[in-house]
């Protein structure tokens, strides 16, 4: 299976993104709010053509997860889910997963909490037994314990077979560990494209905020050391663990 991005560009939103997905591959295309992804997700599920560039598929089989919602709000949760699935096995299999996950199949659509949605638009997707999931932020307002959820069933729809793969776009920096790779978009072209280890190698753990200047460091003692030299001790700064959002500052500001 391998699907590939070649040179895509979308009139003031993409800049010759290329790309690839193979077997087994959990990418996490991670960037700024506006800068592209939704879109690139757009055109690798044909839902958007580029302006130029194309993309070329190899046996794959795609579903994907958007974050508008395109599941019918008057049907049950049974009802949305298997009108995909024919298969005896497949049905008996996602009714055990449903009841694992505490979702009653008989419920409207409408009628589910927002995190139970999301687990029923996951469950949708997984039901065409794709070798490819396309996740446009799953989790987003999603609290920690459904969070975990999901990302166990996508570990499991991983594991379920070595071919099967993920391109998932998220905001949360725990996220990032799912990957094995990272695609990093600011303003529609790629900074930074490869392993994960050696991005998070790159990227510093401290923020040190002070007198309205902001500087990144390794160490929390590193930052202590900073303030120290330049005598901004006396004065008013905080100190504290990166976040999504500081991560990706500090890459625009690499750039
Ligand atoms: N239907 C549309 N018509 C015109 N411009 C659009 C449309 N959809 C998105 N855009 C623009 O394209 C750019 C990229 O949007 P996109 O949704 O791909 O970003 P994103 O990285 O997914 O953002 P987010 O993290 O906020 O979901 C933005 O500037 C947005 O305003």
Redesign the pocket.
């Known amino acids: 299976m391998k699907l590939s991005v070649n040179e895509i560009s979308?009139k003031?939103?993409?800049h010759e993104i290329s790309f690839s997905i193979v077997d087994g591959d959990r990418i996490a295309l991670i960037?700024?709010?506006?800068?592209?992804?939704?879109?690139?997700?757009?055109i690798i599920m044909d839902l958007m053509s580029p302006s130029s560039g194309y993309v070329t598929k190899e046996n794959i089989k795609m579903s994907a997860v958007f974050?508008n919602n395109i599941l019918d709000n008057d049907l049950t949760v049974y009802q949305n889910i298997f009108c995909r699935i024919k298969d005896p096995v497949a049905i008996s299999y996602m009714m055990e997963k449903m009841k694992l996950l505490r979702i009653d199949s008989h419920l409207q659509y409408s009628k589910l909490s927002g995190g139970q949605k999301r687990i029923v638009n996951f469950l949708r997707a997984i039901a065409a037994n794709p070798n490819c999931l396309i996740l446009?932020?799953l989790t987003a307002g999603i609290d920690l314990e459904t969070r975990q959820i999901i990302w166990r069933n996508i570990n499991d729809y991983l594991d379920n077979h070595s071919e099967n793969c993920i391109l998932y776009?998220t905001?949360l920096l725990d996220e990032l560990n799912n990957a094995n790779k990272i695609i990093f978009?600011s303003s529609?072209t790629i900074r930074y494209i490869g392993n994960v280890e050696n991005f998070m190698k790159s990227t510093p753990k401290v923020k040190l905020t002070f007198n309205n200047n902001v500087k990144y460091f390794n160490t929390s003692n590193d930052a202590i050391k900073f303030t120290i030299d330049h005598k901004v001790s006396d004065e008013y700064f905080e100190i504290k663990k990166v976040n999504y959002s500081d991560l990706l500052e500090n890459w625009e500001r690499k750039i």
Do not use: F, M, R
């Not at 960037?31 to 757009?42: A, F, H, Q, V």
């Open positions: 979308k003031k939103v993409l960037g700024p709010n506006g800068s592209g992804k939704t879109t690139i997700l757009n974050q446009d932020e776009t905001h978009i529609g």
